[in-house]
């Protein structure tokens, strides 16, 4: 299992360490201390999910859909777009946002739907867990453990980064820290969002 386990493991970790949409809400949600564990474990249990169907040959058949493709992308643009809004937004008011990194401030269930949209609503998500992950898997004998290996590293990262977002708290105790990280997700979000619509 260690052929295909390990392969696996690094290829699902070198696709989701860039960062996107999806990361950049789980580093604040880590920051801010708020619903790590289950923002995490969504993010982990929707790769696993996309994953295995990947390995499990759907990769072909969303291929073969391309009107789901463009109506994931477009819709997905116009989600980031409202959220890097809402980003700048906070970015430009400040203090407020300060509070939360000690207290709960947001429900649980915004939260995981946020979450479930940036990972559900996000084509590259299936491109890379469903086509490429499914493709790369065709070429190994045990398929379930480089499925395993992939999944394996979404749960190892989702929750280091969650968790490991406290170490950065100090630097966050400062207001401007706190504007310039909303900033800087607003600009994520929309070079995504134009990078989905002009694709």
């Known amino acids: 299992m260690t052929s295909s386990f390990l392969p696996g493991f690094f290829l699902g970790l070198s696709l989701i360490l860039a960062i996107g949409a999806q990361n950049a809400f789980v580093l604040r949600q880590g920051l801010r201390r708020e619903h790590v564990f289950w923002v995490s474990l969504t993010c982990a249990l929707s790769d696993a999910v996309l994953i295995g169907a990947g390995v499990a040959g759907f990769g072909a058949l969303a291929a073969r859909q391309p009107g789901f493709e463009l109506a994931m992308r477009f819709g997905g643009a116009a989600f980031l777009f409202g959220y890097g809004l809402l980003s700048f937004r906070r970015a430009w008011r400040?203090?407020?946002?300060?509070?939360?990194?000690?207290?709960?401030?947001?429900?649980?269930?915004?939260?995981?739907?946020?979450?479930?949209?940036?990972?559900?609503?996000?084509?590259?998500?299936?491109?890379?867990?469903?086509?490429?992950?499914?493709?790369?898997?065709?070429?190994?004998?045990?398929?379930?453990?480089?499925?395993?290996?992939?999944?394996?590293?979404?749960?190892?990262?989702?929750?280091?980064?969650?968790?490991?977002?406290?170490?950065?708290?100090?630097?966050?105790?400062?207001?401007?820290?706190?504007?310039?990280?909303?900033?800087?997700?607003?600009?994520?979000?929309?070079?995504?969002?134009?990078?989905l619509v002009i694709m």
Request: proline fraction near 3%; glycine fraction near 10%; charge should be positive.
């Open 94 to 195: 400040g203090g407020s946002a300060l509070q939360a990194a000690a207290t709960a401030g947001s429900r649980l269930s915004t939260a995981l739907l946020t979450v479930l949209a940036f990972t559900w609503l996000n084509p590259h998500v299936y491109l890379d867990t469903v086509v490429l992950i499914g493709s790369v898997s065709a070429q190994y004998d045990d398929r379930l453990g480089f499925a395993l290996g992939a999944m394996t590293a979404s749960f190892v990262f989702f929750f280091g980064l969650g968790y490991g977002a406290r170490l950065l708290a100090p630097l966050f105790a400062r207001p401007r820290a706190w504007q310039i990280l909303d900033a800087l997700i607003g600009a994520v979000m929309w070079m995504i969002a134009v990078k």
